[in-house]
C-alpha cells in the first residue's frame, strides 16, 4: 500500500483498537513461583496514550488475557475502554462501535497473531508491529517499523496525530 | 537439509518434545536475594501448544531443571506430558514413547544445548532456535529463524500444522 | 555537527542533566498484579555516575515520573540532583542552574522524548540515546551510538570526561 | 592476535576468573520500590561452569558489588572461589593465585570494564564479551563472539575446554 494510500485511511480514522500481548509488550510473561508475575511495556507508548487521549482520539484496549497486571497499567494510562479476557474480539468490537457511535471504517486496529484476524478486517486502518506473527504482517496496511513492547503503539499513534482528523 | 526433505519427515510427526531453558525462554533465569525468581516465557509460544494440541499433537516438555515457575507456565499451557529434573533424557523419552505407542520416527525434538543430544539424535525430525549452542545447530534438520523465548517453539508448531498429519 | 564543534561545546559543559525513562533505563517498566514493579537500570552507566562525579562534574536528575524504585536507585549512585515528577523540566532547570550558578550552556543534557524538548533546548550540549523518540534526533549535538539503559549515559559521560575541563 | 597465539596461550590456562555484572550478567540491574530487585543470568553460561568443573579447571568469580542475589547464583553453580566487594582485583587475585599455587600465567581473566584492567593485564588470557567497554575490547587477546549475559562466559570454557591443558 502506497504512503498516499495510508495517509486517505488515516483521515477518517478516530479510535484505536490495540491488543495487549505482544503490542503493548514484547510478548513475554515472566513467571515466578507464583505463576505469572510480571509483564513489560513501555515508558514511550504510554506517552502515545497521552497524546491520543489530548487530541480527542478514543483508545480501545481487547485481550484474551485476563491478567490483574495488565489492570495496573491501564489505570495508570488512564485507558477507560478496556476488555479483558475477550474469546471473541470481532463482536466485542462491533458492539463497542454501536455503542460508540462508530463506523468500524473509522477505527484503526493493532494486533500481532491469529486471533486479531477477524476483528482486525472489518477496521479501517489495520497495523501491526514489526515482529508480528508473519500472517499478519500480509494482511495489515502498515507494518511498524517498531516491534512490540518497544514502540509500535507510539508509532501509530504519531501516524494519527499527523495525519488523522484530530491534531496536538 | 532441502525443504523437500524437510516436509516429507513431518509428515510422519505425530508429537513434539521441547526442552524448556534456551527453547521456551531465552535462556535467562533472574535471581533474587531468595534465589532463582523468573523465567521469560513467549505469550506466541502459548498460542502454538494450543494450536498443536488442537489439531490432535501430543507435545512432551522435558527439563534437567526442577523449577516451581515452570510448573507454573506448563499448567497455564494445560501440558499434560511434563518431566522435570530429567538427567537422562534419552531414557526418558524412550519409554515414553513406548507409553504412548509412538515410533521415535514420529517424533520431533526441540532443544538447544549438549544435553539434548542423545535424546535428540533418535527423534524423527530435530530442530533448534536460531541462538542454540553452535555443537547442536550442526546437528538438526531444521535451524529456526526465531530464537529460543521468541518464538522458536511455535515456529516449529507452525510447520508440524502446515506439513503434518494433523491440521487445523 | 562536526566532531570539532562537539569538542569545543564540551570544553564549557561542568554538568549533566539527564532524563531517567528510556535514558537511564530502556524505557521498559515491569507491572505486577501490584503495578509498576520494576525498571532496568545499567551497571556501566553507575560507573560513568562514579567517574563523572570524581572528576568534579555535577549531575542533574529529572523525570516526570515519581517513582519510589527510582529513588532507591539515586541512592545507590549517590546523586545528589534528583527531581522526580518534573511536569515542567524548563523551569526547574533553569532554577537549579542559577542556584548553582551555572549558565545554562555549561549544561549537557541527555533526553528521549518529546517532553525533554524544551528543557533540552537551552542547554550548552545535547545528547539523546541511539533509539530516542524520532524527534528528539533531528534535535541534538550528538547521537549515542548506545541505546537507552545500554550505556548511552556513559557514552556521554566519556565524551564529557574526554573532552570538559575537568578530566579524571 | 592470531588464532595460532590464541591456542598457545590456553595451552597453559588451568583457571578462569571472571566479573559478574556484564560478564555473567547483561549489565542490568533490576530496581523495585525495596531497591536492587534481580540480575539476569544465563542457563548456557551455567553449563560452562560444569563442565569447566568436570574438566578440572578451577573458576573464581571476583566482583566489586555485594549482592545476596549473586551469592544464591554462586551457590547454584556450586562456585567455591567466590569474592564479592573486591574493591582491588588486582591484589586480590594475586593472594588467590599464591595460595592456589597458580602462575597468573595459567589463569585467565574475562572482564568488561575499567575496573577489571589491572587484574586482568597480569593474567596469561585475557577475554571480554562482544559488548564490553570499548577501552577493554582494545587490551584483551580475545573478543567474544556472545555479548555478556548471552554466552560470553560459555565461549571462553568451551575455548578451554576444546584447546587447555583438560579436556572433557
Redesign the interface.
Known amino acids: 500500500m502506497s504512503q498516499n494510500q495510508i495517509f486517505r485511511k488515516l483521515e477518517k480514522i478516530r479510535a484505536l483498537a490495540t491488543d495487549v ?2 503490542v503493548l ?1 514484547n ?18 507508548d ?2 502515545g496514550f497521552e497524546r491520543l487521549r489530548n487530541a480527542g482520539y478514543k483508545v480501545v484496549v481487547i485481550t484474551g ?1 485476563n491478567s ?3 489492570h ?2 491501564m ?2 494510562l488512564l485507558v477507560e475502554h478496556y476488555f479483558p479476557g475477550a474469546k471473541d474480539k470481532y463482536s466485542l468490537l462491533v458492539n463497542w462501535c454501536r455503542e460508540q457511535r462508530l463506523d468500524p471504517s473509522e477505527l484503526a486496529y493493532l494486533g ?4 486479531d484476524i477477524s476483528a482486525m478486517q472489518m477496521c479501517g486502518f489495520k497495523a501491526c508491529p514489526s515482529d508480528a ?1 508473519h500472517q499478519i504482517r500480509t494482511l495489515v496496511d502498515y507494518v511498524c517499523h517498531r516491534p512490540g ?2 514502540g509500535a503503539f ?1 508509532e501509530v499513534a504519531e501516524l494519527m496525530l499527523a495525519h488523522g482528523p484530530f491534531r496536538l
Open positions: 500481548d505482544g509488550t510478548g513475554a510473561v515472566y513467571y515466578g513461583p507464583e505463576g505469572e508475575r510480571l509483564k513489560r511495556f513501555y515508558i514511550r504510554g506517552m488475557e490483574e497486571l495488565v495496573r497499567r489505570e495508570k500481532d497473531d491469529v486471533n506473527f513492547g518497544l507510539r
